[in-house]
């Protein structure tokens, strides 16, 4: 268990509407990731992050930005929610560094209608 | 287009016996394969990683096999037991680098 919680579990929204979904750790680890998990595509990375303020973009980072101000907290935005963006998110530390074996929390169901 | 493959959608094993999950995939540069498993309703959850420079690691019940020239891997759980049951995920990448998944195999093992 690497101590991450992902807030809320569920969410039901509207097209055109922000969202923000948060990722907590409570073990330092400098290494924070979010993907998404859809049917027929397996997880796919949409952004991550190496250090406080320091992130990068993933596979489909289009529609969606982060922050990470603290260690302990990653967030994910969706500026203007679209069905597309209906997925089930996933948050994931790295103990050793990108490249290597993560720890994912349990998820976050967003619905947008 | 799909860097990692899991061909094989569902599979069915009696309790006991082997399972074997497998997974194909096209970019020879990556170097570290993982598989994960994954309940309903939670994360998924690190089973087994092996480097390209070894061919076979083992871990208990679970061993992972890696054929480069095939660029292919799998997963063998021996035996298998009904709280097996779960999607099973490979993921691979370049080290330190991204990580790409497979589509997932829904492994069922029959009491």
């Known amino acids: 268990d690497a101590g991450i919680t992902q807030s809320p579990r569920h969410k039901v929204t509207e097209t055109g509407t922000p969202v923000t979904l948060r990722c907590h750790q409570t073990?330092?680890?400098?290494?924070m990731y979010w993907y998404r998990q859809d049917p027929g595509h397996g997880l796919r990375l949409i952004h991550y992050?190496?250090?406080?303020?320091?992130?990068d973009k993933g596979e489909v980072s289009d529609g969606y930005s982060v922050s990470r101000s603290k260690t302990e907290d990653f967030l994910l935005t969706l500026e203007s929610a679209t069905s597309s963006q209906t997925s089930v998110y996933f948050c994931?530390?790295?103990?050793?560094?990108?490249?290597?074996?993560?720890?994912f929390g349990p998820g976050t169901r967003l619905t947008v209608t | 287009d799909q860097q990692v493959k899991q061909n094989s959608p569902s599979l069915s094993v009696q309790e006991g016996r082997i399972s074997i999950l497998n997974c194909d995939y096209t970019?020879?540069?990556?170097?570290?394969f993982l598989w994960y498993k994954k309940y309903p309703a939670e994360g998924p959850t690190f089973l087994i990683s092996?480097?390209?420079?070894?061919d076979k690691n083992e871990d208990g019940r679970f061993t992972v096999f890696l054929n480069k020239s095939a660029k292919h891997l799998s997963l063998h759980i021996v035996p298998s037991q009904p709280g097996d049951s779960a999607v099973y995920f490979c993921?691979?990448?370049?080290?330190?680098?991204?990580?790409?998944f497979g589509t997932g195999t829904s492994l069922t093992v029959i009491p």
């Open positions: 073990e330092n680890h400098r290494y």
């Open positions: 994931a530390i790295s103990k050793l560094g990108t490249g290597y074996e993560q720890y």
């Open positions: 993921a691979a990448s370049v080290t330190g680098n991204q990580f790409y």
């Open positions: 992050s190496y250090g406080v303020k320091d992130t």
């Open positions: 970019n020879s540069m990556f170097d570290y």
């Open positions: 092996i480097s390209s420079i070894k």
